[in-house]
């Protein structure tokens, strides 16, 4: 796949540069709550409210980690909490993170954009820096946007014309890369090039 005729990259991150498994999430919490159900608690058509709101940066960690032990009947510590909630997030490839530095290198320019909650960000941070890097992991980028800390989340249009407004991207010269269906639509409804990274897909394979 020849995405070289693209200068300009945004990337999520869940599913793409960071591997996932969000049932491993559904799996820790369920020890201590055998009632939650799979679906409601990560997935994506019956997800309660709760998440979107965390994931927006509406309520703070303390918030979130209190609804859901009250909600599910928890009384987990803080540091047993964000175990488990952490449990989705899998390895943070290295090579992936050369690609990103090499297509920066280039002249590229690369973005990050994703759907992440503070203790997620906090817990990448961390892998970012437990691979040997001394900067910080949005450094890696020429801007990170995070729906926590930006109010705006994906597939709504406004948080793609955010990225596109304040770095003035052209539609024609920019491509955004996402796991998620939905969010690869919501970047097409505005006329953004989208490549969708489906299961057995990995962006080292993409020529950029």
């Known amino acids: 796949m020849d995405l070289s005729q693209f200068k300009n990259i945004i990337f999520d991150l869940g599913g793409v540069i960071l591997n996932l498994d969000y049932h491993k999430t559904f799996e820790a919490?369920?020890?201590?709550?055998?009632?939650?159900?799979?679906?409601?608690?990560v997935g994506k058509s019956r997800q309660h409210s709760i998440f979107s709101d965390y994931e927006i940066g509406k309520i703070s960690s303390q918030d979130f980690r209190?609804?859901?032990?009250?909600?599910?009947?928890?009384?987990?510590?803080?540091?047993i909490f964000d175990s488990c909630w952490n449990a989705m997030l899998l390895d943070l490839p290295r090579h992936r993170i050369e690609l990103i530095q090499?297509?920066?290198?280039?002249?590229?320019?690369?973005?990050?954009?994703?759907?992440?909650?503070?203790?997620?960000?906090?817990?990448v941070g961390l892998r970012f820096k437990s691979l040997g890097f001394n900067y910080h992991f949005k450094e890696l980028f020429h801007k990170a946007y995070y729906s926590h800390e930006i109010g705006l989340r994906k597939p709504n249009k406004e948080?793609?014309?955010?990225v596109l407004a304040e770095n003035q991207l052209k539609l024609a010269e920019t491509i955004f890369i996402d796991d998620s269906l939905q969010h690869i639509?919501?970047?097409?409804?505005?006329?953004?090039?989208?490549?969708?990274?489906?299961?057995?897909m990995k962006i080292e394979?993409?020529?950029f």
């Open 102 to 123: 090499n297509l920066k290198a280039s002249g590229k320019k690369v973005f990050l954009l994703s759907n992440i909650n503070e203790i997620h960000e906090r817990e």
């Open 66 to 79: 209190a609804s859901l032990n009250s909600f599910y009947k928890m009384n987990l510590t803080d540091d």
């Open 29 to 41: 919490f369920k020890i201590f709550a055998p009632q939650i159900d799979d679906e409601t608690f």
């Open 205 to 207: 394979n993409i020529v």
């Open 159 to 162: 948080v793609f014309e955010l």
């Open 185 to 200: 639509i919501g970047a097409q409804n505005i006329g953004l090039h989208a490549l969708h990274i489906e299961s057995n």
